[in-house]
């Protein structure tokens, strides 16, 4: 999840809110990884996502469904937003739960 996550963080950097309409392989490259971070949410344990609060399971799993089941009415501003503004707090909720977890485990991975 994380890697998608910063793949579209990486994507969006230095483009604009206007490239998702303008640059069809730029939309449809966001399009695509933020699918692939709600898929590979579904694919985390239910116990691990309750133990991990912090992080917006259900949303993103909803957002997944929504962009997949409503691919020919994407809000292309809501899209922006996920990658301009949650994904980078997702990526370091993320990230901090992974240094948790990495601690309590005595640095074993």
């Given at each position: ?99 948790r977890?990495?601690a ?5 991975s």
């Amino acid at each position: 999840m994380l890697d998608h996550i910063e793949e579209v963080i990486a994507l969006a950097r230095g483009r604009q809110r206007v490239d998702l309409d303008s640059d069809r392989l730029f939309y449809l490259a966001v399009l695509k990884l933020v699918e692939i971070v709600g898929e590979a949410s579904t694919r985390v344990s239910e116990p691990f996502r309750i133990s991990h609060p912090e992080v917006p399971w259900r949303e993103i799993v909803g957002t997944r469904n929504r962009l997949i089941h409503g691919y020919d009415a994407v809000d292309r501003d809501i899209l922006w937003t996920i990658a301009i503004d949650d994904f980078p707090a997702l990526a370091a909720r993320i990230k901090s739960m992974l240094s948790r977890i990495h601690a309590d485990r005595g640095g074993r991975s």
